[in-house]
């Protein structure tokens, strides 16, 4: 059974038949599941691309569930990731997105949806390069794991701050809740900062922080509310960076290429980045892959990290636009 307690991931889906081939094998079609698909076909955009949320739970079967809080899909309803797909435009660029498939309670397909990872633009040929059923976890790992940007500074135990990509295995990083904690493991990828992957800056000051801090778009971050502002009943809370964007001091910062890097400790911690309060690397089964499988399958095993108490301080409906949420905070952390 799920876990009702994990932290949900919510991703920018299109439904699939958005898309629809204007030429090879599947002319007329729309876009299906990768059994049903040809290397070669060309796809078009049938309307303006709308993405919507899908808001899923990880299943320990390696499926998840769709959330009440989705905007779109059956709640309940399981989903399965079915392949990646790479596209090459006429200019030459490659796509890529993540096919998933919605069944409903006789098995059967109910929805098709895409998480495309950079841009589809209309009136655009996009021909069909690649279809990869094994790949698809571990690119969706990348999506779901919360990164810390190149040249952000972290503090370690000794208040030292040091930047992200100078730290190693064994460092001891001072964390809220449990002081001096030894860093476990750092990842590190270079991802197209489009799509899924742009990612989110925090200019300075806006939430106290020393110097601009750029995070990847579902990173939590965690706040003291030394009023409550937001009318939780409570003074701790986490919320997701790409909640609070205003279009001025919080921003995506979307084009060119991004270094994102993975912090992950024994337990799921939060560490302070620029001075903010931030999450670490929760690892379960959606960001398994991401990790040395060695490591994973240690760590899994502890059970660790399967859900984490920091998720019940989770804002998961903000209620609030964006520039609305960014100032009741930063009045909230002020008191």
Not at 223 to 230: A, F, K, T, V
Not at 262 to 284: K, M, N, R, S, V
Request: glycine content about 8%; charged content about 20%.
């Amino acid at each position: 059974m799920p876990n009702a307690n994990r932290s949900p991931l919510s991703l920018p889906v299109l439904r699939a038949d958005v898309l629809r081939a204007d030429s090879g094998a599947n002319q007329g079609d729309t876009l299906s599941f990768a059994d049903e698909l040809m290397l070669d076909d060309t796809y078009v955009l049938t309307r303006a691309p709308d993405p919507q949320p899908l808001v899923l739970r990880p299943d320990p079967l390696g499926s998840f569930t769709i959330a009440r809080t989705s905007k779109v899909g059956a709640a309940g309803a399981t989903v399965h990731l079915d392949s990646g797909l790479t596209w090459m435009s006429p200019d030459g660029q490659t796509h890529e997105m993540l096919v998933l498939v919605e069944l409903d309670a006789e098995s059967m397909i109910a929805e098709l949806y895409v998480l495309p990872l950079s841009p589809l633009g209309p009136k655009t040929e996009y021909r069909l390069v690649g279809i990869d059923k094994d790949g698809a976890r571990s690119r969706l790992a990348q999506v779901a794991c919360v990164s810390f940007t190149a040249g952000t500074h972290i503090t370690l135990s000794t208040g030292e701050q040091r930047k992200v990509q100078d730290l190693c295995a064994g460092d001891k990083i001072l964390t809220r809740d449990d002081g001096p904690q030894e860093l476990r493991w750092i990842g590190h990828s270079t991802q197209r900062a489009m799509g899924a992957f742009a990612p989110i800056k925090i200019a300075a000051g806006t939430l106290h922080n020393s110097a601009d801090l750029v995070v990847s778009p579902d990173h939590r971050l965690f706040i003291y509310q030394r009023s409550d502002e937001l009318g939780l009943g409570r003074s701790e809370v986490m919320v997701r960076a790409r909640h609070m964007v205003n279009g001025h001091s919080i921003t995506w910062m979307d084009g060119g290429f991004v270094d994102y890097y993975q912090l992950l400790f024994d337990t799921h911690q939060i560490i302070y980045a620029e001075g903010i309060a931030a999450e670490t690397l929760l690892l379960d089964e959606r960001t398994e892959p991401a990790l040395p499988a060695d490591m994973a399958a240690t760590l899994m095993a502890q059970t660790l990290h399967h859900s984490s108490d920091h998720d019940d301080l989770e804002l998961a409906d903000p209620g609030h636009s964006g520039a609305e949420l960014a100032d009741l905070l930063r009045r909230a952390s002020t008191g």
